[in-house]
């Protein structure tokens, strides 16, 4: 019954809201140097357009900020797109942008897919392009129906590899070089043009007691951190798999050491962590990896093919793979081994509330919306237990995005800032207090506490407050430590992201955070609770014990330390700023064994199919993700495991 539902789920509109912070805008780009020339139209009814000859100037607002578009017509058709700046991700929106030119011109139409993952860059674009059609008087509804004919579509290619690897994540990657070294042909196939997934995303990934930690004199005793994992996740994960991770990633490290991917070691308040290389450099090593063994070995990387369904024999042995290139062929892949490596369904927004009620932020990759675990199913994958596992490890401000076109960076992340503060009172969507706000110290508690208690929470502050921030800084309002924020959210602030730098202008952020909808103000707590939405009885009731906690410095409701129990003022106004948690991805979907083979649902595995990264994930959780650097950790360790015994098992069928 579960399986009918799900393919319901999978024709729903899908939510394609990459998270890229972390790789910030890149620099504005030249102009193109596009030839004149106008490719024949392959349009299917392109019907016939009249335009203002001419070259028309347009802007839509992107990914990571205004894409401007010179455009220009002959008398019927659009003769040429220019890019004249964009700021969009070096490598996923850039590219994606001169995919949507190029169709746009190829077949006069506006009816053009988004680029898988790049989804607001080339909405961006065709939106802009659409301006200029419409100052050169085109007919935009006639552009919209111009339906192209996708020229591979009712082709089909037939390819053979030993090992095929669905997905060019961490884990996909890592899964097809180490089947590549063990001398298996693989073919590895990703839905979009970039190799890296989420791994280019990333910070840091834990590799225990790797070599570089130990070298830094910080060793985990490994049998107590066995122990405190599967105490902490109440039992109910596989104590085996967590032994493997615990005991193998240190491995790991050394081999991405040596195959170049070399990460840096950081002391993490105790934990082993381990930086990955610089963001831009990352997705050339791992493609140089594939190159070095994969292709080296005979085998083939495939971008831009997406993996539909698995092939299995009569037997239900799985033996392959059915995909759909960009330009609709399809390709057929038989494989003795078959590695699922398509990061989980984040971005399957009814996916991730119907199985964790979660109804946040999607910060994961927009393409992953569980195509690989739907075609796990239907070849008799069992849905674990505890299927709903998410990472939540971020609390976002609605606020910064807006605020980022008005002021610098770090006056646009005060609310951001203010939502990783122990000192200010957090209420949850009815007006109620839910946590002792020290919680916010941690990112993943933070996290998770908030999600706990609706689609986002409240974080209240006073005028009061605010003066002081505006004078001292955090100093002013008694800030302890510097709030822990993941350090990809101050990096491009990093020198005033000090206890005493003075939050200038303020109020002025505030009142430009409300203005704008991403918060509220009111000039009483009765006003703020009316023009946030919440129940205005129960805020004033907490509000009101709150205050108490802060006179007697007792807080009888959540234990706070009387330390973050600073003072509200007398006066408003009083500001809500709108927090919310931020996904990074679903965590589980398929049981595996140590052989990182799928299991049935008799927890036998189904020979030929195997599971690695994300996917794979829940075996190490019990309900949801808690671990800093687990995820990328894991990532790489079960792909350089799971392919070994991809390609151990082809080499051995043949
Ligand atoms: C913004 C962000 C920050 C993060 N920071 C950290 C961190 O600091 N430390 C940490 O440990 N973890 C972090 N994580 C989590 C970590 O990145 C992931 O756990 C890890 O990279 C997942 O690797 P994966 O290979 O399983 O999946 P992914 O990286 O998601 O790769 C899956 C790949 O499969 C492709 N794909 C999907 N469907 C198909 C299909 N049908 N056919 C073909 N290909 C398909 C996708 O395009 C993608 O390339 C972060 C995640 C995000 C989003």
Redesign the pocket.
């Known amino acids: 019954m579960k399986k009918k539902k799900m393919n319901r789920l999978f024709v729903t509109a899908l939510c394609f809201t990459m ?4 790789l910030g805008g890149c620099e504005q780009k030249k102009s193109d140097k596009e030839s004149d020339k106008i490719p024949e139209t392959t349009a299917d009814n392109v019907s016939a357009q009249k335009y203002k000859t001419g070259t028309y100037t347009a802007e839509a607002e992107g990914k990571e900020g205004l894409i401007k578009v010179e455009v220009t017509f002959s008398d019927t058709k659009i003769t040429d797109i220019q890019i004249i700046s964009q700021s969009e991700t070096e490598g996923l929106g850039d590219d994606a942008l001169d995919t949507i030119k190029e169709k746009v011109l190829e077949g006069q139409t506006l009816a053009v897919d988004a680029v ?2 790049a989804t607001e860059s080339s909405d961006g674009l065709l939106a802009a392009i659409e301006d200029a059609v419409k100052q050169a008087d085109g007919n935009v509804d006639e552009l919209k129906t111009n339906t192209v004919k996708k020229e591979g579509e009712g082709q089909v290619e037939k390819l053979s590899a030993e090992v095929v690897v ?8 890592s899964a097809a070089v180490t089947a590549a070294d063990k001398g298996a042909k693989v073919i590895i ?4 043009a ?6 280019n ?6 590799f225990y007691n790797s070599s570089a930690a130990v070298e830094n004199g910080l060793k985990v005793e490994v049998e107590k951190e066995i122990a405190d994992w599967i105490a902490n996740n109440h039992w109910r994960v596989d104590a085996a798999a967590i032994r493997q991770y615990v005991t193998k990633s240190g491995e790991t490290y050394d081999w991405l050491e040596e195959k170049g991917y070399q990460t840096t070691f950081l002391n993490f308040n105790g934990e082993q962590l381990h930086v ?1 290389p610089a963001y831009d450099t990352r997705q050339e090593i791992l493609k140089n990896m594939l190159k070095d063994s994969v292709e080296q070995g005979g085998g083939q990387v495939l971008t831009e ?4 369904k698995l092939l299995a024999n009569e037997a239900g042995d799985v033996v392959g793979v059915s ?1 759909e290139k960009a330009d609709g062929t399809t390709v057929e892949i038989t494989a003795e081994s078959v590695v699922l ?4 369904y984040a971005a399957n927004a009814e996916m991730v509330k119907e199985y964790f009620g979660f109804e946040g932020v999607n ?3 927009g ?3 569980g ?2 675990l739907e ?1 796990a199913w239907e070849a008799g994958a069992k849905i674990p237990d505890n299927m709903g596992g998410q ?1 939540l ?2 609390t976002l401000a609605r606020a910064t995005a807006a605020l980022k076109k008005e002021f610098n960076s770090f006056q646009a992340s005060y609310p951001l800032i203010s939502a990783y503060l122990p000192n200010f009172m957090n209420v949850g969507p009815s007006g109620a207090r839910f946590r002792d706000e020290a919680a916010t110290l941690t990112a993943v508690a933070a996290a998770n506490t908030s999600a706990f208690n609706g689609s986002y929470h409240l974080v209240i502050i006073s005028k009061h407050q605010l003066d002081l921030l505006a004078q001292k800084g955090m100093s002013g309002i008694n800030v302890p430590q510097l709030p822990g924020m ?1 350090p ?1 959210f101050y990096s491009d602030f990093a020198d005033q992201f000090t206890l005493d730098t003075p939050w200038t202008d303020a109020e002025k952020v505030f009142d430009a955070m409300a203005a704008n909808g991403d918060g509220y103000k009111g000039d009483t707590i009765e006003e703020l609770a009316a023009n946030a939405g919440v129940d205005v009885d129960i805020f004033t009731a907490e509000y009101n014990n709150y205050i108490e906690a802060i006179k007697t410095g007792v807080d009888t409701e959540f234990g706070k330390s009387a330390d973050y129990l600073f003072p509200m003022g007398e006066e408003g106004p009083y500001y809500a700023i709108i927090a919310e948690i ?1 996904n ?2 679903s ?1 589980g979907g398929l049981l595996v064994n140590t052989e990182f083979e799928v299991l049935n649902d008799e927890r036998v595995p189904i020979k030929g199919l195997y599971a ?4 794979s ?1 829940g075996v190490l959780f019990n309900d949801t993700y808690v ?9 790489f360790t ?2 350089r495991l799971g392919g070994e015994s991809a390609a151990l098992n082809a080499l051995d069928n043949k």
């Open positions: 998270f890229i912070l972390l898988s993952g669905i997905g060019a994540g961490a884990s996909g990657v196939i990703e839905k979009t970039v190799i890296g997934g989420a791994s995303l990333s910070w840091a990934g834990k990955l093919t997406t993996g539909k995909a490596a398509t990061g989980g910060g994961g990759l393409q992953n919306v195509e690989g075609m990472m490890h971020q993941p990809e931020n990074l991805g965590v690695v990264g994300l996917e994930e671990g800093n650097g687990v995820g990328i950790g894991y990532s079960s792909g």
